[in-house]
Structures are given as structure tokens and as C-alpha cells.
């Protein structure tokens, strides 16, 4: 499941998508801040799953990664990374503390960290959602604080399962000069795939 099944269309749709969920993210995170915060989309791509470990900055880069399913019309797995010194930031900004303070994976940070992931997965969801009327929830988040190989390891065994296609979004946020960079994935099971992507062909 290369590009090549990607027109130009199916692409400015998945960059829509991105811009929207970021969009949604950014006015949820504002809300939960009470401060004015803004999101980018720098990148958005189709990739395979070998791909990932490289772009979160190789197997051995400490990350959080935030790992849920995703259920209804289209089935198939979100990852959401941060490395490690971006999670620290972004956990005190959401705290108000210095973005330099030393952080603590204690229970308050890591459910602050999964409150994040959940605005982000929801965000990008309800934009897929709104753009080609399919129905997606996603489950309960799991979070994990370790190298990029070890987190990545457990969803690929899942990931080998059902699908090598990886939609890849690139989120930047914007908090007064503070910016934070993670990395959001979809990866839906292979049925789910080809309906995403004939779903969003049928809307030429």
C-alpha cells in the first residue's frame, strides 16, 4: 500500500484533514489552557510502518508514545509520539510551570499527557469523520514512557496483522514562543484502508 494509490485529490483531502484536526485540537487546547494556542500541520504523508521508528527519531530516542484503538466504519490503530524532551515541555506548559522545570511521570502528568492525545486523536478523528461521513470512535488510550523501539514494538505486532499503510501527520504547537513538535499516526486495518481511501475517491 504504497503512494501510488494516492491521487493529488486523496492527497489535499488527507492535508485538509490534518488542517482541520489541528484546527480542532488547537480550540480544545485553548479551552483546557485557558490561553490562546495555535497548531500546524508542517507535513503530512502516506508511509509504511517501517518508517515510523525513523521518523520519531530512531529505535533507541526516549518517547511518550499514546496508543489507542479505533473502532466503527474504520478499524485500526492511533499512535501519537513525543520525544521525550518535547512530552517535558508540553506537560509544563499544560501545568504553567517553566517548559525548562524537570518533569515527573507521576499519575497527574501521565493522565495530562493522555488528556492531550485524546484532544489530538479526537480532533483528527471527527475531521475524518466530517469530510467523508464515515462513523469512527476511538478507545481508551495507553501510555508509555520508553525508547521509540520498545513502544513502537508492541503495535507492530498488531500492525503486521492488519495493514503496512500509515497515515502520518506532523502536528506543531504553538503556545505564546513555546512550540511543540509530535507526531501522529492512523493506521488502519487493511479493509479500512481501502474504504478510507475509496470513500474519499467517491468524493471527486
Keep these: 500500500m504504497d503512494e501510488f494509490f494516492l491521487n493529488s485529490f486523496h492527497l489535499d483531502v488527507l492535508k485538509e484533514i490534518g488542517n482541520i484536526g489541528a484546527g480542532n485540537a488547537a480550540t480544545a487546547l485553548a479551552k483546557m489552557l485557558d490561553k490562546k494556542v495555535n497548531m500546524e500541520v508542517p507535513q503530512i504523508r502516506i508511509m509504511g510502518f517501517s518508517e ?3 521518523v520519531v527519531g530512531g529505535a533507541e530516542t526516549p518517547v511518550a508514545g499514546i496508543l489507542l484503538g479505533i473502532r466503527g466504519d474504520i478499524s485500526g490503530y492511533i499512535l ?7 512530552a517535558k515541555k508540553l506537560v509544563n506548559i499544560l501545568m504553567g510551570r517553566n517548559t525548562d522545570a524537570e518533569v515527573e511521570y507521576d ?5 495530562a499527557l493522555k488528556e ?4 489530538l486523536t479526537g480532533s483528527y478523528l471527527s475531521a475524518i469523520s466530517t469530510l467523508t461521513g464515515l462513523s469512527i470512535k476511538p478507545d481508551i488510550p495507553d501510555i508509555a514512557i520508553d525508547m521509540a523501539g520498545a513502544i513502537l514494538s508492541v503495535p507492530a505486532i498488531e500492525f503486521a496483522k492488519t495493514a503496512d499503510a500509515v497515515l502520518y501527520i506532523e502536528t506543531e504547537f504553538i503556545e505564546g514562543t513555546q512550540r511543540v513538535i509530535g507526531d501522529f499516526f492512523l493506521v488502519p486495518d487493511t479493509d479500512s484502508y481501502v474504504k478510507l481511501i475509496n470513500t474519499l475517491g467517491a468524493m471527486c
Design 52 to 54: 515510523v521508528s525513523e
Design 80 to 86: 501519537f509520539v513525543l520525544e521525550e524532551h518535547a
Design 107 to 111: 499519575e497527574i502528568t501521565l493522565s
Design 116 to 119: 492531550v492525545g485524546n484532544i
